[in-house]
């Protein structure tokens, strides 16, 4: 046999990991609905195809441990006992954890855990429960309930049934004064291959029972009695019955590609139900379904185009700006029209083209949520809740590195509301509310964001709790406390350290988990906004851009010196003068039609009003959450469409710039991280002026001779 060579045998290793990972989802997800509708057979069925895909895959790539462990597994799923016992989505869940224990090894190359435990489970599956022992032996004696074939065999069975041939399930007793009961089952299979195909046969050759009783599943042409007829032989069998299955003829259609261990109803899935049931009652195959092709690609691969499209964008820039210089020059020129027409029509294109690259990049949220079911159902049973997960908003996309980021900061988020919202079924008897708390995630657009919310029906977040933890901390001064709006004060649980539990467990109290939630979101270039009623509940939610590649915005310049904002936190753009800004808690602020604007200075106050010939300043208003805030600038830039750029740790050592990019000319546009200047203003900067940002690049001219180097 032909091995791999080494970079195949790791592609293929690196493909099983992926796929593996999607069935260990399925796995859970089954588990769930079994665990809702414990009667539902096809329930079992599917589990027991995911557990037979991941068998045969972990044995394509040598992981024998895993493939040998899946395998019995997947026999013990095969037994009635098993489909009627009770713990049977319990041992799916232990099974689907020490699955992913046994992949997280075998991708460390580390020792692979105990599967002791697994094992025991599994052996629990062939022992009947008491409570059903009547009604499976009378299940056993009904002739309507037959052996479960293999999926191998169900398909070959469609298959024959496809070539014409009819389908025989073939019961034969040996004869009790047989001397030699394992000659006589090799009798038998050569007797019934003269006369049709057998696809399957039961017990193994090696079991106890191969000696009392022998079965078999035979495609043939002929006639139930000529079956039956070659089956008696004097001295060696006993009792024969041949019994018709029907299974219905299928047209043969392309076939749909899926992703691994998705549990699909497919027509082998189809033929192997009629084929356990033995029944001529069998439903009719699925509708065809048209053929689609799923191609996997390394998001790395997706990056490196996403790159090269952003330096044509660069390149569009540069191209326009020549343009502009030319028209400049030549106004009369016949060419202008036709270079004008050139540039518009790669602008068109090169739109379309990022915009498909863009797709490629976003996946759908629920492969993020439907992670989320299981962890609810643990936590919710540790914690002594009753808790039900509400899903909404799966076909929300968002670009896959995002759905990555969010997705230690939801789960602290959702652990949370479990652990610190949803009371116990007493409490919420007392309260007048559902014994089962609710938890909703819910994804959806909102312009150029893409909004996720968790969403508690629990306690809610005591407000005063809070206040008085934050004096305590030493975050806020007694009177300042009293003056703070209930926004404010609920900012206080994303501080490092802070929380309000009064005790310790495994799920919340040690003042870890929100602090990551802001910190991840404002490195994703996000923000999360938590609203509270007492009694009724919590909500955060987390606004993401849709991509972090290529971004619209607005630039302007401080102190001569160019920076950019996204766009799309811009709520508008306000001219003021000096005279019109005022002092509040030594804070400037500015009223702005009936309300009131805190007035952030990116520069040192006597710069920015200096200049006689332009009185009126540019006020920036920005949307942070549900809160707004004007930066103050000396003149704005205009909109442009910027490739962002990451800067190592020699060029900027400050959280207040996120990014940069390079404009057509060659100048370099610093991306202001807007959280947290607002974080720096509202926490450090009393005085409302930030001259560090603007001051940190003293020594460096940002222009196409002297810039900064920018990393891909």
Not at 17 to 22: D, G, I, L, T, V
Not at 88 to 109: C, K, V, W
Not at 666 to 686: D, H, S
Request: charged residues 25%; aromatic residues 4%.
């Amino acid at each position: 046999m032909k091995q791999f060579t080494d970079d195949r045998g790791a592609e293929l290793r690196a493909l099983f990991f992926e796929s593996a990972k999607e069935l260990l989802q399925s796995l859970n997800d089954e588990g769930l609905k079994l665990e809702k509708r414990p009667d539902d057979t096809e329930t079992v069925r599917g589990i027991r195809r995911i557990v037979h895909t991941l068998k045969g895959d972990a044995a394509a790539v040598g992981f024998r441990e895993l493939s040998e462990l899946a395998h019995a597994f997947e026999d013990a799923l095969a037994l009635e006992s098993a489909q009627a016992h009770k713990s049977l989505p319990e041992i799916a869940f232990h099974a689907a954890d020490i699955f992913g224990e046994m992949l997280e090894a075998y991708r460390r190359q580390a020792k692979l855990p105990s599967t002791t435990s697994l094992k025991k489970r599994i052996q629990e599956l062939s022992q009947e429960p008491k409570s059903r022992k009547t009604k499976s032996k009378t299940l056993k004696a009904s002739p309507s309930v037959q052996t479960i074939w293999t999926e191998y065999e169900t398909t070959a069975a469609q298959a024959a049934a496809n070539a014409g041939k009819s389908i025989y399930h073939v019961r034969v007793v040996i004869d009790p004064q047989c001397a030699m009961p394992i000659a006589a089952r090799q009798l038998l299979l050569k007797a019934l291959a003269g006369i049709g195909e057998v696809l399957g046969a039961r017990p193994e050759a090696t079991s106890t029972e191969s000696s009392k009783k022998f079965e078999t599943l035979v495609a043939s042409a002929s006639l139930p009695e000529a079956l039956a007829a070659k089956c008696r032989i004097p001295t060696v069998t006993g009792d024969v019955k041949v019994d018709a299955i029907d299974i219905k003829p299928q047209i043969p259609v392309a076939r749909k590609t899926e992703s691994a261990g998705a549990p699909a109803s497919t027509p082998e899935a189809e033929s192997h139900a009629a084929v356990k049931a033995g029944s001529r009652d069998a439903e009719p195959s699925a509708q065809p379904v048209p053929a689609e092709n799923i191609l996997r690609v390394d998001a790395e691969r997706i990056d490196n185009v996403l790159n090269l499209v952003g330096e044509l964008i660069i390149g569009k820039s540069m191209l326009q700006q020549a343009l502009n210089e030319f028209a400049r020059r030549f106004p009369k020129d016949a060419c202008r029209g036709r270079f004008a027409d050139a540039m518009a029509f790669q602008a068109r294109i090169l739109n379309d083209l990022q915009r498909s690259v863009m797709k490629v990049r976003m996946v759908p949220v629920e492969q993020l949520f439907r992670r989320f079911p299981r962890m609810v159902r643990d936590v919710a049973r540790q914690c002594g809740r009753e808790v039900e997960l509400v899903l909404s908003g799966e076909n929300t996309d968002l670009d896959k590195g995002l759905l990555d980021g969010i997705a230690e900061p939801m789960t602290h988020l959702v652990r949370n509301a479990i652990g610190h919202g949803i009371e116990t079924p007493e409490e919420r008897t007392r309260a007048g509310k559902p014994a089962k708390g609710t938890i909703r995630l819910d994804a959806y657009h909102q312009g150029n964001q893409v909004i996720v919310e968790i969403n508690d029906d629990g306690r809610g977040i005591d407000v005063q709790k809070v206040r008085a933890r934050a004096v305590e901390r030493g975050f806020l001064k007694p009177e300042e406390a009293s003056r703070a709006s209930e926004s404010s004060i609920l900012d206080f649980i994303f501080r490092p350290g802070f929380s309000t539990a009064d005790e310790i467990t495994e799920i919340s109290g040690r003042g870890v988990g929100l602090d990551v939630v802001h910190n991840v979101l404002q490195r994703l270039k996000g923000t999360v906004q938590v609203e509270s009623r007492p009694g009724q509940g919590t909500i955060f939610r987390l606004r993401l851009p849709l991509t972090l590649a290529i971004i619209k915005a607005l630039l302007f310049r401080v102190e001569r010196r160019l920076y950019a904002i996204p766009l799309n936190a811009v709520a508008e753009i306000a001219r003021a003068y000096e005279s019109d800004l005022h002092r509040v808690d030594n804070r400037e602020v500015l009223q702005l039609r009936n309300q009131v604007l805190p007035i952030i200075r990116l520069a040192n106050q006597q710069t920015s009003a200096g200049s006689q010939k332009s009185p009126k300043i540019f006020i920036l208003v920005v949307r942070i959450g549900d809160r707004k805030f004007g930066l103050l600038v000396n003149a704005l830039e205009g909109e442009e469409e910027l490739v962002i750029k990451a800067l190592d740790d020699h060029t900027v050592d400050t959280d207040m710039v996120s990014g940069a990019s390079i404009l057509g000319d060659g100048r370099v546009v610093l991306i202001l991280n807007l959280g947290e200047i607002v974080e720096r203003f509202t926490k450090f900067a009393p005085e409302n002026t930030l001259g560090p940002v603007v001051g940190m690049f003293s020594s460096q001219s940002l222009t196409s001779s002297n810039a900064p180097e920018v990393q891909a």
